[in-house]
């Protein structure tokens, strides 16, 4: 069966918004071919309604020379959970993930092919995970304070045990944690 794998920046005080205020100055090639192998292990993508509406704009017009995995964003197949969101929509190999989330979900799993990745999104990450929908949870936790911004675990939600599977450290001071959610 396939894995759901949500993967987001993160600062040091937890925030994971807006990354690209705070991100770029710690991204090098050692974290792109981290993000590149993880780009190779999925064939599906899962979003969110706020980041499929930020990337359904941005990426279309782009080409790999300015934006080298806008062929991947592009072709890959996407499925939207929302409830907003109407469709069919626009975005090239894009549907609306309609019904009951956790059987949509599960009938995505029980589909052939590699792991769905969810990039971005941590609304929908932080909800699969509250549901126990979420297989594993990829962290590249940036030697940065952002102060404040929508945070991946936020202040109120019940707690998650998750086990430490792997761990790297890059040149840059980013640590690239992956987790698995502890079911018991």
């Known amino acids: 069966m396939r894995k759901v794998v949500a993967s987001e920046f993160v600062s040091l005080d937890g925030v994971v918004g807006s990354p690209q205020r705070w ?3 710690y991204f090098d090639e050692e974290m792109g071919r981290e993000i590149q192998a993880a ?5 599906a993508m899962l979003l969110g309604r706020v980041t499929y509406e930020e990337w359904a704009a941005f990426f279309p017009s ?7 995995s806008a062929d991947y964003m592009n072709e890959t197949p996407k499925s939207v959970a929302s409830r907003t969101l109407e469709g069919p929509l626009e975005w090239n190999n894009s549907n609306l993930l309609e019904g ?10 029980r589909r052939p092919g590699q792991d769905i990745s969810i990039s971005g999104s941590p609304t929908l990450g932080r ?13 590249m936790v940036h030697p940065v304070g952002v102060g404040g911004g929508k945070r991946h675990f936020e202040e109120g939600g019940n707690s998650k045990r998750l086990e430490l599977v792997d761990s790297t450290t890059f040149e840059m001071g980013v640590v690239y944690f992956t987790y698995r959610p502890t079911h018991g």
Do not use: R, Y
């Not at 780009?39 to 064939?43: F, L, M």
């Not at 009951?100 to 799993?109: I, P, S, V, Y």
């Not at 909800?127 to 962290?139: G, K, P, Q, R, Y």
């Open 23 to 25: 991100q770029l100055p």
């Open 39 to 43: 780009i190779e292990e999925a064939d």
């Open 62 to 68: 782009q080409s790999t020379e300015d934006v080298p």
């Open 127 to 139: 909800s699969l995970l509250a549901e126990n929908l979420l297989d594993e949870l990829n962290l």
């Open 100 to 109: 009951n989330l956790a059987e949509g979900l599960g009938e995505l799993k």
